[in-house]
């Protein structure tokens, strides 16, 4: 009997292409491994973009850690400039909101915590385009002018003299400072933020003088930007549920989201509570007579029916 050598074939053809594309796979990851390990790719490819919403997974860390950048992509451009909006006081929204969303798009663009951002230019100028200060720093971001033609030649850039008037301009030159602050000092916001403000040669000086803390403690400004920066990440869009992780919603569909949860919430507890003092009751009344030391941890578990 004659072999089958069409079958045969399709089936070494078969082996042949699996195998080249199991050691292309293994090719590819070695390689992908090897650019991140190097850093020529820092934080690794970032996700496919989707439109409509803003990208910030190539940022090491926020200064919140339960802020992830995935929150942030789940709402869309329109709903966060929003949310935000009425994070800032009355009084200064009319002049925050023209700048918004060139603020968020910088911050994507040089993948800089948005809300961090945001705290420094309430507390450096109010939003003020005019602002400038008694040591001739000027803009929304009040940056002097040495510290303007030092980000320009960084950018291998033409000196543009409306670097202080120009809201967009002036803009870019903070958060691209600010990019290079949080480099340099290993993306420690205080320091950072303090050398924003104060220097980086002064931070460095009382950083070696053994006084980081104390100074970092007693800093006015940097409480400043903290507080503002509280205000600013309390948009419900952001926040992390604790049985669930936020959605893509209007304020609106967010609020009645939330109301949905606590009631769901409850209602378990409401279920679950007489089951759970029935079932546990035989365990835990022994334990508690031997057990000194955790009565009242026991007591919580059982009467609240909280974990």
């Not at 006081?89 to 603020?103: M, Q, S, V, Y």
């Not at 924003?196 to 040669?201: D, F, R, S």
Request: proline share 6%.
């Amino acid at each position: 009997m004659m072999p089958n050598f069409t079958f045969l074939f399709f089936n070494l053809f078969l082996f042949v292409g699996v195998l080249f594309w199991r050691i292309g796979d293994e090719f590819v990851k070695t390689e992908m491994e090897n650019l991140v390990q190097s850093k020529t790719i820092e934080f690794g490819p970032l996700p496919k973009k989707l439109s409509g919403h803003y990208q910030f997974a190539g940022i090491q860390k926020f200064y919140l850690p339960w802020i992830q950048s995935e929150y942030l992509s789940a709402i869309s451009k329109k709903d966060l400039i929003h949310q935000v909006s009425l994070q800032i006081h009355p009084g200064l929204r009319k002049f925050a909101r023209p700048h918004l969303e060139t603020i968020f798009q910088l911050c994507e663009d040089y993948q800089v915590d948005p809300f961090w951002v945001l705290a420094i230019v309430k507390a450096e100028s109010s939003f003020q385009v005019s602002a400038r200060s008694p040591k001739d720093a000027q803009g929304l971001m009040q940056i002097t002018p040495q510290t303007a033609l030092h980000i320009f030649q960084k950018l291998h850039r033409k000196f543009d003299h409306s670097w202080s008037s120009n809201p967009q301009l002036n803009l870019e030159l903070g958060v691209y400072y600010l990019k290079e602050l949080l480099q340099s000092f290993h993306h420690q916001y205080d320091l950072a933020t303090v050398a924003y403000n104060h220097g980086p040669q002064g931070v460095r000086l009382v950083i070696a003088d053994g006084e980081g803390e104390e100074f970092l403690s007693e800093h006015q400004y940097l409480e400043k930007i903290k507080s503002n920066y509280g205000v600013l990440v309390s948009i419900p869009g952001i926040k992390k549920f604790r049985l669930g992780r936020s959605m893509a919603m209007g304020p609106t569909e967010l609020a009645a989201f939330n109301q949905s949860k606590i009631a769901t919430i409850e209602k378990n507890r409401s279920h679950f509570k007489p089951l759970l003092k029935s079932s546990l009751q035989p365990v835990i009344g022994p334990m508690m007579k031997t057990v000194s030391v955790t009565p009242n941890i026991l007591k919580k578990i059982l009467y609240s029916g909280r974990f």
